[in-house]
């Protein structure tokens, strides 16, 4: 989730917010030999900066373009081009005013199932960027971005919760906010990065009883949700998480296991040694791969010598080499 803009960060550094309607997503502006994709729209809301309901025309920047749809309603957020170094030459031979700050992995399309959600979270973002008073603007952001979270949207929800995980960023929650975002980590409909995210923050904080929760999200989540949250549960480890990887590696097949497998790799911890050796005999290549990973992650003198004895008799070629690969890695690490 770091590295991208949340809908708060484009708020603010916005000199434009607007609701528009995409006129035309295929055209482009030229300065001399520079070429940039740019699009005309239709501002029907504007509720940041000086522009206002009418015709626009903007170009794009960024490592992806955002790829808007003719007719398609879209959040714009919108900076003087003189504000983008890379456009410089398109600022100074005048041929547009405008850029947008979205990239492709940072939109805020206007759609039925996510419209409702987006509106009320840029209102209340512009709203709260133009508050004068400090404790004001802290207290209006650690709400709005509790509310983020809590809706559960799949654009809003990741990102509250960047904001929320943000190094250096403002302390967005507390134990006041719990009644609004624990509902959220409860419900399957929340996306399941978002649940995942928001309970390794939770926990960082310890607000909340924390490995009985990582164990429910693993008993609960089916499919590629159950996978995520196994891959995430080895950064959390507890005797709780420990026994839930475990049922997930003795009844399961295929991803949620393998990530099972891996995550059950905590330095020092032998509890899941038996069962990761146990593994190395089922017939799955990838589950064998992904148990020599979990061993190896154990480090121990007793995980190295079960290695050492696998690289040396496994049935199987290509695990023994793995087995072999991953015992002298613990070797160079100094195990």
């Keep these: 989730m770091l590295g ?52 626009v025309v903007f170009a794009q920047h960024g490592h992806g373009v955002v790829p808007y749809a003719d007719g398609a309603e879209q959040l714009l957020f919108l900076v003087g081009i003189e504000r983008v ?24 399309p206007l759609d039925p199932g996510s419209r409702e959600a987006t509106l ?21 952001l650690r709400a709005a971005t509790a509310r983020g979270i809590a809706s559960g949207d799949a654009r809003v929800a990741p990102s509250a919760l960047r904001d929320l995980v943000a190094p250096g960023g403002e302390p967005l929650l507390s134990r006041e906010e719990l009644p609004v975002v624990l509902p959220a980590l409860d419900d399957p409909r929340t996306p399941i990065g978002v649940r995942v995210g ?11 009883d924390a490995p009985a ?17 196994a891959r995430a549960a080895g950064a959390h480890p507890s005797p709780e998480v420990t026994g839930e990887l475990l049922r997930i590696l003795a009844f399961e097949d295929g991803a949620a296991a393998e990530a099972a497998a891996v995550s059950l790799g905590v330095p020092g911890e032998r509890t899941a040694l038996g069962a990761l050796a146990a593994t ?4 799955d290549a990838r589950l064998r791969n992904a148990a020599i990973r979990g061993i190896g992650g154990i480090g121990t003198r007793d995980a190295h010598a079960l290695l050492e004895r696998e690289a040396a ?23």
Aim: proline share 4%; net charge positive; charged share 30%.
């Design 85 to 108: 170094p890379e456009l410089a030459a398109l600022a100074r031979g005048g041929a547009v005013a405008w850029a947008s700050l979205e990239e492709h992995e940072v939109a805020f």
């Design 213 to 229: 929760r990582w164990a429910a999200l693993l008993r609960e989540a089916r499919g590629s949700d159950r996978t995520a949250v």
């Design 120 to 140: 009320r979270a840029a209102r209340d973002y512009v709203a709260i960027a133009a508050q004068p008073d400090g404790e004001v603007r802290r207290a209006a």
């Design 313 to 335: 008799s496994h049935a199987d070629p290509v695990t023994r080499r793995r087995a072999a690969a991953e015992a002298a890695r613990m070797r160079r690490a100094g195990w």
């Design 4 to 55: 991208r803009a949340s809908l708060w960060q484009l708020c603010v550094g916005a000199d434009v917010v607007a609701v528009a309607r995409i006129v035309s997503a295929g055209a482009s502006v030229a300065a001399g030999a520079d070429r940039r994709p740019a699009v005309a729209a239709e501002l029907l809301e504007v509720w940041k900066g000086p522009l206002a309901a009418g015709p």
């Design 280 to 283: 190395l005999g089922r017939d």
């Design 198 to 208: 928001l309970l390794s923050e939770l926990e960082r904080r310890r607000l909340v």
